[in-house]
């Protein structure tokens, strides 16, 4: 039955996964006219971990969808829009001892830009692809973005970057489902991506060694892992700060100040909403700039060592060796600091600890990186950052805070995060967020993302999906 969707010609950006393959047949099945657009983006198969180009058998598969849906199907090189627009951003932000997300970007600089362009150039009304989130259009011409309705699969932080202009043209048809519900779709239709795994790696270009990747373009260098101990946050004037002007804005100021994040698991690294925010709202309002600038910085560490030499063996040949430090200690040698992020713990390479060790910092300029034992190590915790005035982006311009106002939210560092309660801060310097409980590996170039609670009027969604996303910004 024709319902006036056989007017608005819809193109699906599919890719050959379950997911987009499933958005076509919804549309299809809604009476859209529909066609599918494939999109390459990388050639360079060297760069893979599996040696293949990926891209040509997703091709494949995306053409037998389409062709089981009974769409027509086109074809689009990209690659050259890619690399240009996010893969030596990528290079330029690891360069600089940064950690882009090039889902983000990929959304933001392609699927909805120039990808976007082509659809429209083919006729094309709207563009769909097979995130896990879900938009709506208000009376007043307004977007919005909200979670996804599976909580395991909300993908709404790869569209954090999206301009109200770039929602106006996007649907995204299976934000209200389940992953499972999308896989019985597929098989029950019969698609020839039902049993087709998730894509992993960077956007397009695959599962890589991201060393190797970045190799491309950024030289090794070898440097030194250098361990810090406990005993340098006794002695450093940063961490007394943070840790005294946190106290300063208590709601009990007999309450011990809680610098360490509370560990669960790699993607659940604390827990949120179990009590009421620890700090005075009066209190962090009264914060001047100056204040908070400092109290979103990070420890930077520099621990000097010293040299001294020593006869070995029977033949007492002289060698040299570091002198013992309080602070810290040499544990070993890396290919360059710009190959690894906060947080990381895998290809170290460091022996000799009961508990993982992680990156805490990586000092680019003397090409040293910070690392620390444990999880509750104090240097992969932080309480506050801060997102500087032009990186600053709402996807909801009606929602943009004036330099003063301050608010709560709930905010995301990484995808897959568990929403973290947080006071949002605007101020001429930058917007700030004060999270309720530490965050553990902030890095710099991630995105933050925040979030408003809102009612959907659906009482069994789980509580993790009733947000809209409001803005996001580069750390």
């Given at each position: 039955m024709d319902n006036g969707n056989s007017a608005i010609k819809v193109c699906v950006g599919l890719s050959g996964g379950v997911d987009s393959s499933v958005a076509a047949l919804l549309l299809k099945r809604a009476g859209y006219d529909v066609f599918a657009l494939f999109m390459q983006n990388w050639h360079d198969a060297s760069t893979t971990l599996h040696g293949e180009c990926e891209w040509e058998e997703d091709r494949f598969v995306a053409e037998m969808v389409a062709r089981k849906i009974g769409i027509p199907f086109y074809y689009v090189d990209l690659s050259e829009e890619y690399r240009k627009r996010v893969v030596d951003y990528m290079f330029d932000e690891y360069g600089k001892g940064r950690t882009p997300n090039p889902d983000v970007l990929c959304n933001r600089e392609i699927k909805f830009d120039a990808f976007l362009k082509c659809a429209l150039k083919l006729g094309a009304d709207m563009v769909a692809t097979g995130h896990y989130c879900r938009k709506e259009t208000d009376e007043n011409g307004v977007h919005h973005i909200f979670a996804g309705l599976d909580p395991g699969k909300d993908q709404s932080y790869f569209l954090c970057q999206l301009t109200q202009e770039q929602l106006s043209k996007a649907m995204f048809p299976i934000g209200g489902l389940m992953k499972s519900e999308v896989r019985r779709l597929a098989h029950e239709a019969d698609l020839p991506s039902a049993d087709k795994k998730d894509s992993q790696g960077i956007c397009f270009v695959g599962k890589v060694s991201l060393p190797v990747f970045l190799q491309q373009k950024l030289k090794p260098s070898e440097g030194d892992i250098v361990e810090v101990y406990d005993a340098y946050y006794e002695n450093d004037g940063q961490y007394a700060f943070v840790r005294d002007t946190l106290g300063s804005i208590m709601n009990d100021s007999s309450a011990e100040v809680n610098m360490i994040t509370e560990y669960i698991s790699e993607d659940k690294s604390s827990c949120t909403g179990r009590s009421a925010c620890p700090f005075s709202m009066e209190k962090i309002a009264a914060l001047d700039d100056q204040t908070l600038m400092r109290l979103s910085l990070p420890v930077k560490y520099d621990i000097q060592f010293e040299t001294e030499t020593y006869r070995s063996g029977k033949k007492h040949i002289k060698k040299t060796r570091y002198k013992e430090n309080p602070f810290g200690k040499v544990i070993g040698r890396h290919d360059g600091a710009q190959f690894y992020t906060i947080g990381q713990r895998k290809g170290l390479n460091v022996g000799g600890h009961k508990d993982s060790v992680f990156v805490i910092e990586t000092d680019t300029e003397s090409n040293v990186i910070y690392v620390g034992e444990g999880h509750t190590h104090k240097g992969l915790s932080r309480s506050c950052l801060r997102i500087s005035p032009e990186e600053i982006h709402w996807i909801r311009p009606?929602?943009?805070?004036?330099?003063?106002?301050?608010?709560?939210?709930?905010?995301?560092?990484?995808?897959?995060?568990?929403?973290?309660?947080?006071?949002?801060?605007?101020?001429?310097?930058?917007?700030?967020?004060?999270?309720?409980?530490?965050?553990?590996?902030?890095?710099?170039?991630?995105?933050?993302?925040?979030?408003?609670?809102?009612?959907?009027?659906?009482?069994?969604?789980?509580?993790?999906?009733?947000?809209?996303?409001?803005?996001?910004?580069?750390?």
């Amino acid at each position: 039955m024709d319902n006036g969707n056989s007017a608005i010609k819809v193109c699906v950006g599919l890719s050959g996964g379950v997911d987009s393959s499933v958005a076509a047949l919804l549309l299809k099945r809604a009476g859209y006219d529909v066609f599918a657009l494939f999109m390459q983006n990388w050639h360079d198969a060297s760069t893979t971990l599996h040696g293949e180009c990926e891209w040509e058998e997703d091709r494949f598969v995306a053409e037998m969808v389409a062709r089981k849906i009974g769409i027509p199907f086109y074809y689009v090189d990209l690659s050259e829009e890619y690399r240009k627009r996010v893969v030596d951003y990528m290079f330029d932000e690891y360069g600089k001892g940064r950690t882009p997300n090039p889902d983000v970007l990929c959304n933001r600089e392609i699927k909805f830009d120039a990808f976007l362009k082509c659809a429209l150039k083919l006729g094309a009304d709207m563009v769909a692809t097979g995130h896990y989130c879900r938009k709506e259009t208000d009376e007043n011409g307004v977007h919005h973005i909200f979670a996804g309705l599976d909580p395991g699969k909300d993908q709404s932080y790869f569209l954090c970057q999206l301009t109200q202009e770039q929602l106006s043209k996007a649907m995204f048809p299976i934000g209200g489902l389940m992953k499972s519900e999308v896989r019985r779709l597929a098989h029950e239709a019969d698609l020839p991506s039902a049993d087709k795994k998730d894509s992993q790696g960077i956007c397009f270009v695959g599962k890589v060694s991201l060393p190797v990747f970045l190799q491309q373009k950024l030289k090794p260098s070898e440097g030194d892992i250098v361990e810090v101990y406990d005993a340098y946050y006794e002695n450093d004037g940063q961490y007394a700060f943070v840790r005294d002007t946190l106290g300063s804005i208590m709601n009990d100021s007999s309450a011990e100040v809680n610098m360490i994040t509370e560990y669960i698991s790699e993607d659940k690294s604390s827990c949120t909403g179990r009590s009421a925010c620890p700090f005075s709202m009066e209190k962090i309002a009264a914060l001047d700039d100056q204040t908070l600038m400092r109290l979103s910085l990070p420890v930077k560490y520099d621990i000097q060592f010293e040299t001294e030499t020593y006869r070995s063996g029977k033949k007492h040949i002289k060698k040299t060796r570091y002198k013992e430090n309080p602070f810290g200690k040499v544990i070993g040698r890396h290919d360059g600091a710009q190959f690894y992020t906060i947080g990381q713990r895998k290809g170290l390479n460091v022996g000799g600890h009961k508990d993982s060790v992680f990156v805490i910092e990586t000092d680019t300029e003397s090409n040293v990186i910070y690392v620390g034992e444990g999880h509750t190590h104090k240097g992969l915790s932080r309480s506050c950052l801060r997102i500087s005035p032009e990186e600053i982006h709402w996807i909801r311009p009606d929602m943009v805070m004036a330099s003063g106002e301050i608010s709560r939210c709930k905010v995301r560092i990484r995808y897959r995060q568990p929403l973290q309660d947080a006071t949002m801060i605007m101020r001429e310097n930058g917007l700030f967020f004060l999270f309720d409980s530490p965050q553990r590996g902030i890095t710099p170039g991630q995105f933050a993302v925040w979030y408003a609670p809102v009612d959907l009027g659906a009482d069994d969604a789980p509580a993790e999906t009733a947000v809209e996303m409001l803005g996001s910004g580069v750390i």
